[in-house]
């Protein structure tokens, strides 16, 4: 699983580049907590499964892992918010950045929302979607063209002319677009990890940190597979449901007939909570 | 709501001491994240639950508070384990401890379950009560005059034997026990002090620190009573539902007859599932 | 000192929306490690020149404030790398960004330093500044242009024409460059508030953070007036000497004549330690 | 390195369970910020070396390790405050403590000092110091014989008298005395285990907390000595000379004779100056 980088997009990837613990060391922290009074040993999988359901937070803690990223920077924006991990990037302070730069596939550029303010989920008609490529491919081509010649440099990295002094690195990269490609070094735990992949491989996240959600997803099933499918039925694929939405519940299963108005929950919640039972029927 | 301490168990308390932000400052924060692109301007309230239903978190980050916190250490050792927090404790190193200890009330002695590793909500009888009563209150004291003894002080502070040199007070502490009292200074954000109370004011929590979690719902209803009321309603009153148990759950309004076995849900998790759906009802 | 913008670069602004505590609460929670065994009651200013002598922290972190931040990206994207803060960032996923976008001033086109990786000190010959500036200028225009063009609006956010769809925001913003202004809500605890101006206000940062840090000095000058100085005394303006580095000044101090070789320091810190132990002399 | 406990204190230990990374992944994570741009490849040693100089932090958060501690109750009480750390503690709410307390060795048992509130250095006289051991231990023996009564447990764990009911481990362990061992894992990257040690190891510190510190520091020399060397020399051994401070050491540099009142420092300030600059020779 080392070593091997993961393509994301057009240019990304991801590399685990080390690893500390595993599902075995989640269930010896865990096994800590209960030292001789544990009477009953459970077996490794119903540990694992026990403690995400009852949101044990430090076993997960116990394992953690490096990965080499190559991202866009506006998915790095998204991704720092994330504050409970270490990161070493890649610094325009010091280096030049590579002429690398992210463009959607046609099939992904969706229209604005008119309903609310995200993705719509519509893609653009063809005319409009080659003119949003064609815009895009050029206008970052031709900063990063004049991001060279800020820096006096070439594309070997040999100064262009020996007459100028070039502009210092730290100031030249502010002309590059969010588009271009930065990247890191990310270490976090286990637990932080899956918190972060819950959030970026959630439906409403942008399509491209989901990208690389998905791949992280990956990651974890083949490192720690207990936990993973723990985290699948626990998380990824559970649903919190309300106080009053709960309440609506046990109205139904007992055969009562509800419907928003009678529910007592916001329509917003109710179209939620229906979408919810129904969804797979 | 500032400065009047409440009092909780025998001898602690809680004091708000300051305070930053309400309700107001959650939307004004959320609402810099919508900008001029916010079409419809949600009104505080369903703002406020709809940020709290989809797990935002930055928004309640903006409001703090600061707490004064008198509170036994067996109870001060379960409640620093949450991180994002500052302290100030008063130090036992440099200063005299209070003699000041918790005795639990009669119908709080709970015996040990034989079942799992907690109290088993059945009360000691009142032999048994008695005499754990004895032995607590006669050790602490005991505790506390060797602690003086050590120090060489008597209960005025003032030396008792002038021949005598007296042991460091970051020494004669050790021999002081778990209930004595100690008391901090505890400051938080909205967004980890809800995550706090979510967690120990559950049923899970040992008795003596959900006392301080109940009166710390109590606070956070009277200083931002809009987020009060979403907590509850999605926190607290809520509940999360398993991917398979929300498969379960379909069958279930779909008119299935679902039992155990066919659920495909181990048994432990299936109790909690039916708990859930009739408890109330 | 409330609510009033501080401006910054050519379109930034600093502006306090709210704050917790003062130099007197630094010094209250100090006292509760105090307690009664405190026999000798330290002035207010002794105390937290102290408290910042011998590294204390956590009765700085029981002040708290609150800034509302206006700055360009690439600023924004060295600013997050401190994780000890809360932050609500204007959303570009939701919102059309303004067209505003960061230019330097002539006389702060540093070149490229031929010996370091860092801005060199010198600036740019006029030839030279003239056509970055107006490469940065134009780019900049230019992509703010397209953006525009890509979502179908207008500069007053009206729609361009109406039988196009528009790009999702979320998409279009990639390609705005890194000197666009974004803005936040930053909320931090005045020790890391601290600790943030000390890396950032530092001549090794790049200069248009350090106009920032500059300005946060000023807030905290007129904030916390005690603290602030000996900040400036133990922190700002002190210097840290390494052990072999001190051996060297003992050495010095009796008398010695020490040079680079016989000091036993490499070259880098010989330099390091004589240009600290010279200057302003 | 591994699985071998190191002993500390009378009943205490260290144990290196697993580590990540080491002086390389140091190296590694810096070169990743200066990327093709870093003409001069510095050796390893040096690279870490100006890194620990220059207060460079995310390199050293990619190595991390986990420890098992096991360590008397009061000595856990000031470890835990620092928050960077993941922690699984032994849970004296399931499990029953051990009959294992810590008891000084005579001559560690320090009289108070009567001009700070710390340990005086002095050590007690014999007598005084033999009836504070006879208190620890008597004390200590009693609360864990009352704990097991309570528990109606007997040393081996068996059920004492099958007519009681054994109050819950969760309230009975109450009695016990901050003396008695308790036992975690503790996971934590190498930046924050380093500031943890040079606070810990300190001469302020409490002699039992600096007993597993300096168990670390042999720790850290074996794991990345190159690390190690520079951590002595930048931190353990520096120290930091104020603003003032520093003018001073100009003032004598260039053959001034500076007195303190001459020197414009604070009488603490000038006495902790001169002991630096004149330890050792």
Known sequence: MLFEPVPVLD???IRVVDYMGDDEAIVQAARVSYGRGSKRRRRDRGLIRY???????TPFEMCEIKLHVKLPIFVARQWIRHRTASVNEYSAR???LDHEFYVPERDRLQAQSTLNSQGSGDVLND???QRVLDLLTTDAGQ???HYEEMLNLDA????LDSDRQ???RELARMNLSLNFYTQWYWKIDLFNLLHFVWLRADPHAQYEIRA???VLLDVIRRWVPLTYDAFMDYRMNAASISGPGLAVLRRMLNGEAVDQESSGLAPAEWRELMKLLNSES
Chains 1, 2, 3, 4 share one sequence.
């Open 11 to 13: 240019h990304g990837f």
């Open 51 to 57: 403690l995400m359901r009852h949101w044990h937070t």
């Open 94 to 96: 010091y280096s030049v």
């Open 127 to 129: 005319d409009e979607a």
């Open 143 to 145: 900063a990063y063209e």
């Open 156 to 159: 070997e990295g040999a100064t």
């Open 166 to 168: 070039g502009l210092a």
């Open 212 to 214: 690389y959600a998905d």
